[in-house]
């Protein structure tokens, strides 16, 4: 990196931060602080929205899924749109209705505070967990690329994150939204654009789909029914919509982000802003993936994405074996990039030299993944530590090694404000969660708003400690952004469930729910540990089993019943 890397990459960082203060520099009550207040706009809403989920992991992990997979992943947002419509058709109004601060206390006017401590501490688990995911996923990556230490790096992005939630809490994470967004978009679109231009001056946009199509990467739907498929349109749709909806419906860091819109209907346009743009945006990010693919079809790619195991591989006693296959994938590139110019060149689009092309490619395909395989099994030799797995490492290896000074810097900030995006949502919804429904309803005395504000900020705070240790002792998974959906998939469905006995069942009661949330629980850890099935698919058991068990248990535990009200 570049001076001027560094000062964009700074600079980026520094407004965001001090904009986030500034705006919400004012004293602000429990309403303005916890909630947002009630004056956010739709656009900020949605914008705020779509920033919460997009985060670092995104913009690390999906390229590099789709150069290995593929367009297939965005199959998992399919179900997304449909969510989105239920929760503006149902539980928006039903919280704006009832004034709540967070989206569990609704469950004690419906059930009892159990129900509602419990479905409360499973949020806390799971969405703990995931903050210090969004922090370390960017860090350790970094690191490994920039040769950054990682222990400073993460506590740099989880500090950052800390100063303005604290300072601003709900308020400030909604205006830094806006523009980290603006930061995200921009730089992906440059990076897109790059991209294209770099292509061999006869390689057209048309052409580059054509070589990704041809390789594989540009089978978008599967509407297969085989279990063993993890991305299908029927998993996306109902799969995913499930934890879609469990996500926007339940999970009080994203409930967090409409609960302070001006109106019902301006929480609305909010969310349906998000259905409409999130498919596409997703669809995008992994179009910029495949396009890194096209790209190495015509330039020289490494071996393996993550230099760190590489460097350890060649100073280990595997070093000649490894530059062995170092030769072998050289000289293999060159042939696949002499295919693709002559394909091209010819403009050989007939069906018949089209299925040849397909073929020999698909042969050389098949003898890359070969020495890709025996590269990580050379790396996990040298070392059990090292992470031979470079899904997550080849955009930031595309970033780093190929565009131009100051986008360099541009394209870290975007990796860096998607994890304070993210991080912050995160944060904010702990702490908020941690407040209104653990400290507040334990209290048996009544504290005037600015002693839970001074209780907000002290849990974020300690949430974001618990995140960084949490960054600092994790591992990389096989996918980053697959592990993030799969601890959502591990306690979305059961969650989903209790708010759906609640809005719709009138008849079961608490007790009913209670027995069968804990129960179902432990039947998903138990499903996920053994592998029974698909991830996603856990979003829709979970869901239906504690309904299901709550129904069956309500003929044996009867509990009286009671009618709606506000909780504190």
């Known amino acids: 990196m570049q001076l001027i890397d560094w000062l964009v990459l700074l600079g980026t960082l520094a407004f965001i931060v001090i904009y986030g203060i500034y705006k919400t520099r004012k004293k602000q009550g429990a309403e303005d602080y916890i909630r947002g207040g009630n004056d956010t706009r739709w656009w900020t809403i949605g914008l705020s929205t779509m920033a919460t989920q997009a985060s670092a992991i995104t913009f690390l992990s999906t390229p590099g899924q789709a150069f290995h997979d593929g367009m297939g992943f965005v199959q998992f947002y399919f179900g997304l749109p449909l969510a989105m419509v239920v929760v503006c058709m149902f539980f928006i109004h039903i919280y704006k209705r009832l004034n709540v601060y967070t989206a569990y206390q609704y469950l004690e006017s419906r059930f009892d505070r159990k129900t509602r401590t419990l479905t409360a501490f499973l949020f806390l688990v799971q969405r703990g967990l995931a903050a210090g995911l969004t922090i370390f996923a960017p860090a350790i990556i970094l690191s490994a690329v920039l040769g950054w230490n990682l222990s400073g790096l993460t506590i740099l992005i989880g500090s950052l994150v800390i100063i303005y939630t604290v300072a601003g ?36 946009f048309n052409n580059a789909l054509e070589i990704a199509g041809a390789s594989g990467k540009m089978d978008i739907l599967d509407f297969s029914l085989d279990f063993e498929n993890r991305y299908t349109v029927w998993s996306g749709i109902i799969g995913g919509g499930f934890l879609a909806l469990s996500y926007f419906g339940t999970d009080q860091s994203q409930v967090q982000r409409y609960l302070g819109g001006r109106s019902v209907r301006e929480s609305r346009k909010g969310m349906i802003m998000n259905g409409l743009l999130k498919v596409p945006l997703q669809f995008f990010i992994l179009l910029v993936g495949v396009m890194v693919f096209v790209f190495y079809q015509f330039n020289n790619a490494p071996l393996n994405f993550n230099p760190a195991a590489t460097q350890t591989v060649l100073n280990s006693d595997y070093q000649n074996q490894y530059e062995d296959l170092m030769l072998k994938h050289e000289r293999l590139q060159q042939r696949k990039q002499n295919l693709h110019l002559e394909f091209a060149e010819a403009n050989n689009f007939s069906s018949e030299n089209n299925s040849t092309y397909r073929q020999n490619l698909s042969s050389l395909n098949a003898s890359e993944q070969i020495l890709r395989k025996k590269a990580r099994t050379l790396i996990d030799a040298s070392d059990k530590e090292a992470e031979s797995n470079d899904k997550d490492y080849i955009f930031i ?172």
């Not at 909604?174 to 980290?180: A, D, E």
């Not at 994890?419 to 209290?443: C, P, Q, V």
């Not at 998974?477 to 009138?506: E, M, P, R, T, W």
């Open 169 to 204: 809490g709900t308020k400030a994470v909604n205006v830094t939204h806006k523009q980290q967004m603006a930061v995200i978009l921009t730089g992906m679109f440059a990076a897109f654009f790059i991209i294209l231009s770099y292509l061999p001056e006869n390689i057209s």
């Open 397 to 568: 290896h595309f970033i780093l090694n190929n565009l131009p000074r100051g986008l360099i810097g541009l394209l870290l900030a975007v990796i860096l404000s998607a994890a304070m995006s993210s991080t912050a949502s995160e944060l904010n919804a702990l702490s908020s969660t941690t407040t209104i429904d653990l400290y507040k309803r334990s209290r048996k005395t009544e504290k005037p708003d600015e002693h839970y504000v001074k209780a907000s900020k002290w849990f974020t705070l300690l949430w974001g400690a618990i995140a960084i240790a949490f960054a600092s002792v994790a591992n990389l998974f096989d996918n980053l952004i697959q592990l993030v959906n799969i601890i959502g998939s591990i306690f979305y469905g059961n969650v989903l469930g209790i708010f759906l006995l609640a809005f719709f069942i009138k008849f079961v009661n608490s007790n009913s729910v209670f027995v069968a949330a804990i129960i179902t629980q432990i039947i998903i850890i138990i499903l996920f540990e053994f592998d029974i099935m698909p991830y996603l698919w856990l979003n829709l058991v979970g869901c239906l089993l504690v309904i299901t068990l709550a129904l069956f248990l309500e003929l044996f535990l009867k509990t009286p019943s009671h009618k709606i009200k506000e909780s504190s």
